[in-house]
């Protein structure tokens, strides 16, 4: 098992910046009598920002989950970097819906939750990366939903992640703060480089963000689209966003 993490940490030259391919062939994956994916292909470029877009029970969250090795297919074969997923992978973080942060530890000690050399400045420098310089020594329950959600990003940003994944993360939050929070995110993620999956209901949000929108649909991709529209994305009212979007919603 060691071994496969060695592999990627002897490839990389910056840990810091930069994303790792991810690349699923003919996985299945059953719970019983269901099969919730179906010799599923997914090939993931370095570096690339895709949206997973579908109903709910279409197999989005399964597909999460393999890619952080919090479960294993069934059948087939799933990679980051070359290397099988078979555990939980130190260049992978995963941003879910909630913000999940520990109530009695204060802003800065849930960034810095490893607690590992340096914490301090590093999650300093991370809240900073997302706008909350000033807020470190204080309590979550003080915060909006939309700054409890940038404490979270700053908390998977602060391990300079290869791969970052995103379970809905912004599906609770106000239309203001979603837009704030996409801009944010477009910002990290091109200074950065890390390879993105995000899984989401919303269409405009997935056209809004990706590189590329899969469509999952009974446990098979329906669509596979790339979105070439030009960076960054500050208005997406434009007749080709909107198109992409009716094309995605047909397929879903």
Known sequence: MMAAVETLHDDTVDAS????PISLSRVEKTFGALNVLKHFDLHVPAGQFIAVVGRSGGGKSTL???IAGLDQPTAGRAEIGGQRIDRLNPFVRLLFQEARLVPWQRVAENVGIARG???KEAAAQALADVGLENRGGEWPSVLSGGQKQRVALARALVSHPRILLLDEPFGALDALTRIEMHRLLER???DRGFTTVL???????????ADRVIVLKEGAIA???D???ERPRQELADA???DLQRLILDAV
């Open 17 to 20: 910046r930069g994303g790792l």
């Open 188 to 190: 990290i993620w091109r």
């Open 240 to 242: 080709r966003a909107v």
């Open 199 to 209: 899984i989401t209901h919303d269409v405009a949000e997935a056209v809004a963000l």
């Open 227 to 229: 979105i070439d529209l």
């Open 64 to 66: 999460l989950r393999l």
């Open 223 to 225: 669509l596979d689209i």
């Open 117 to 119: 050399p340096g914490w």
